[in-house]
């Protein structure tokens, strides 16, 4: 049984619990019954006003802690909408309060000594969960599909608790995959919460079956849709909901966006010991849910229908949204060098992101790094800790000009890390996966091949834009341009119907605004993003006044 203590399993008081009654209503259960269970909808808190519950861990007879009176049921998983982790059985009959997840954020935001106990409450029996419920899904896969690795990155970003199983090096995946009659070139295969199996899955379908799709009703009209769920799109979720705007969010993977898959952020005011991308995400997200914005992952924007107000965001499934006001957020990806079998090793020996999933496949090898900038420097550092040897290589003559100094004396107090500058990448080689690397110094000619099979690619920076369709001004590299960056020529070209000029991070579309690193000239730091997604809720306000 988990221990019981004051912060993780908090008393309310009387006073607390008559703050939820007005919008909640009584319920009565009998002994042995039943109120969730692990992988069914967990939408609402219960709090018990008679009577015992016990919540019992998947798999187990043994409860992980006894609830009575003042005591109340739910983890993260409560606000987010997704399924439940653990089984609420009623231990002997009683009457709980029984409050929709939708009062108990009204609630808790309106009144924040209990709002802070019960989001710390929350987290913490959720952090327990995670380690106790690792099988409620099981990933069999191989190390060297791409789609395995996309996979374990969608769980891992979206803190779900999960089990891998490697057909290459554990001799039961075989006996799991012949159970359930499928074949090795069926893999990945997610076994998803015990009930379903799942072959190759989509992100979309992933979701589907994680709960963490919500149907959008395609008529409802919302204050604002953010479309990107990284720190400027997070930053405009929390401060729009905490000002009680009708918010969502769409989300393609996994929030955080690049900023998610940070090995460790040292320069973000307030974490002077640092704090992964990942703990920054989740602590945003929930933060985000606590003032009522709503979340959607794995829903892809395809296109935004411009040509008329309120506009209409089409998703990648055909489903759409319709909002007064839109901020894009989408951020920007690696470049991509003209390698002709780059392509074929992506997922397989080529990243774009150093996490703990890719540094348990790199083990003790040789890895190399592509990119001068701070994520590069965070990579380098991050991986040093466990592979044999870390190559980073710039096309420029040193780190200087594009890298934190802190990074860069760090990165020369670490033995295992060596720098080549003014080298790239000219070939990767290899048959199923990456085997060989080969490099050329641009200065003396020398060409280098080794047998490297991980390399990351973290160089510039592409906008996600490509879903606009020219419904916005952008510069002649694809990033958004906003404000006074939009000359008279390209307002008249997109029809501007306003007398006044486009407001501080405004598109070209009057009340479509664009914050982050899809901005054109943005400066690419997650303090940056921040503040521009939380400035940018101020505009939007002045933009729905009109």
């Not at 510039?460 to 879903?467: L, Q, V």
Request: glycine residues 8%; negative net charge; proline residues 4%.
């Amino acid at each position: 049984m988990m221990e019981r203590n004051a912060e993780t399993f908090p008393i309310l008081t009387e006073a607390e619990i008559d703050l939820f009654r007005a919008a909640s209503h009584q319920r009565a259960f009998h002994a042995g019954e039943i109120l969730f269970e692990p992988g069914g909808p967990t939408t609402k808190m219960f709090i018990v006003l008679e009577g015992s519950l016990e919540i019992i861990q998947p798999n187990s007879t043994e409860p992980i802690i006894v609830y009575g009176h003042g005591d109340f049921t739910g983890e993260m998983n409560v606000l987010t909408g997704g399924h439940a982790l653990a089984r609420c059985l009623a231990r002997t009959a009683g009457i709980v309060l029984e409050v929709d997840r939708h009062v108990m954020r009204d609630v808790v935001a309106g009144h924040s000594a209990l709002g802070e106990k019960v989001m710390r409450a929350y987290i913490l029996r959720h952090t327990e969960l995670l380690t106790r419920t690792s099988d409620s899904v099981v990933l069999v896969g191989s190390r060297h599909s791409a789609d395995t690795l996309r996979v374990q990155q969608f769980l891992t970003r979206n803190s779900h608790p999960h089990q891998t199983i490697d057909v290459e090096s554990d001799p039961a995946a075989m006996t799991l995959l012949e159970q359930f009659n499928v074949a090795i070139t069926d893999v990945p295969v997610v076994i998803c919460l015990g009930r379903q199996l799942l072959k190759n899955p989509s992100n979309e379908e992933l979701a589907e079956c994680l709960g963490y799709t919500s149907v959008l009703d395609s008529q409802q009209v919302r204050d604002c849709v953010v479309v990107g769920a990284g720190p400027a799109g997070l930053a405009a979720a929390i401060y729009g909901g905490s000002e009680g705007l009708d918010m969502l969010v769409l989300e393609s993977t996994a929030p955080g966006g690049q900023a998610g898959s940070s090995s460790k952020i040292e320069n973000y005011l307030g974490f002077p010991m640092g704090i992964s991308g990942q703990d920054l995400a989740d602590r945003a997200f929930t933060q985000a849910e606590k003032f009522g914005t709503e979340i959607a992952i794995a829903r892809t924007a395809a296109t935004l229908q411009c040509d008329k107000r309120p506009y209409r965001i089409v998703l990648g499934n055909n489903a759409s949204v319709v909002a007064r006001t839109v901020v894009i957020a989408t951020g920007a990806r690696y470049h991509k060098p003209p390698l002709e079998t780059l392509s074929r090793f992506e997922g397989v020996g080529v990243y774009y992101s150093a996490t703990a999933v890719e540094a348990k496949l790199c083990g003790t090898e040789e890895v190399i790094i592509v990119g001068g900038a701070n994520s590069a420097g965070q990579a380098a550092v991050f991986l040093a800790a466990t592979a044999r040897k870390v190559y980073i290589l710039v096309r420029g003559k040193g780190l200087s000009s594009t890298m934190s100094r802190y990074l860069i004396r760090r990165i020369e107090e670490t033995p295992t890390i060596e720098l080549l500058v003014e080298t790239e990448i000219v070939e990767l080689e290899g048959d199923s996966d990456l085997q060989r690397v080969t490099w050329l110094n641009k200065v003396t000619g020398e060409r280098v091949t080794r047998a490297i099979g991980h390399v990351f690619m973290m160089t510039g920076a592409s906008p996600n834009t490509e879903w606009l369709h020219d419904c916005v001004a952008i510069d002649d590299k694809g990033f958004i341009k906003v404000g006074t960056e939009i000359t008279r020529d390209e307002l008249a070209t997109a029809n501007w119907p306003l007398a006044r000029q486009p407001y501080l991070f405004e598109t070209s579309l009057p009340g479509v605004f664009a914050v982050g690193d899809v901005r054109a000239n943005s400066v690419k730091r997650v303090a940056s993003a921040v503040g521009e997604g939380s400035i940018c809720i101020q505009l939007v306000h002045k933009a729905l006044a009109e």
